[in-house]
T-cell receptor, first 114, second 112 residues
Framework: DVKVTQSSRYLVKRTGEKVFLECVQD?????MFWYRQDPGLGLRLIYF???????EKGDIPEGYSVSREKKERFSLILESASTNQTSMYLC?????????????FGPGTRLTVL | GENVEQHPSTLSVQEGDSAVIKCTYS??????FPWYKQELGKRPQLIID?????GEKKDQRIAVTLNKTAKHFSLHITETQPEDSAVYFC???????????FGTGTRLKVLA
């Protein structure tokens, strides 16, 4: 089974703090994604990466950056957290070796910025 | 830009009734349409999918239909059960790309 894990289920941070969200997958997947999930807005893509050290902006990259130094790990960074970044963050991974690049999700990190 | 619209946003049905969730897509190049189910507090998981060369696909109580001309696809759940209560997301993508475009989700409640 594909396993995608995220470093924290719940996180509380203060405005202005630098926040790191970590995602690890154990299936040697090439592609990794960060989404944020908000009620009524669905899953919105923040950034994705199709290879180590490669990244592309998604639909809502403002206020976020990412890092992919190793194939299995994809980090989302909030340089200076703001209250409007309070949300559920989901990581996903996929591989072109599987049909249609099926995406496998992590359990999510619920981030609250006070 | 590419867009997937999903309706309704919430849906309540009596146990045993059917539920239908509809999605429309804007990119005519889209050729693969997965559906994900997210139970409360859990991760989204793929439950069924359909390719553009197929009009309908069934898996026990769930089915998906696709109308390429109208650019819409639907999820049908028959004989609903309480464990079907969840948020359902549709998505569209094009072969050779990595990105999925997700709909905004439908919260389905099955009332006992």
């Amino acid at each position: 089974d594909v396993k995608v894990t995220q470093s924290s289920r719940y996180l509380v941070k203060r405005t202005g703090e630098k926040v790191f969200l970590e995602c690890v997958q154990d299936m040697d997947h090439e592609n990794m994604f960060w989404y944020r999930q908000d009620p009524g807005l669905g899953l919105r893509l923040i950034y994705f990466s199709y290879d180590v050290k490669m990244k592309e902006k998604g639909d809502i990259p403002e206020g976020y950056s990412v890092s992919r130094e190793k194939k299995e790990r994809f980090s989302l960074i909030l340089e200076s957290a703001s209250t409007n970044q309070t949300s559920m963050y989901l990581c996903a991974s996929s591989t072109p070796r599987l049909p249609w690049n099926e995406q496998f999700f992590g359990p999510g990190t619920r981030l609250t910025v006070l | 830009g590419e867009n997937v619209e999903q309706h309704p946003s919430t849906l309540s049905v009596q146990e045993g009734d059917s539920a239908v969730i509809k999605c429309t897509y804007s990119d005519s190049a889209s050729n693969y349409f997965p559906w994900y189910k997210q139970e409360l507090g859990k991760r989204p998981q793929l439950i069924i999918d359909i390719r553009s060369n197929v009009g309908e696909k069934k898996d026990q109580r769930i089915a998906v239909t696709l109308n390429k001309t109208a650019k819409h696809f639907s999820l049908h759940i028959t004989e609903t059960q309480p464990e079907d209560s969840a948020v359902y997301f549709c998505a569209g993508t094009t072969s050779g790309t990595y990105k999925y475009i997700f709909g905004t989700g439908t919260r389905l409640k099955v009332l006992a």
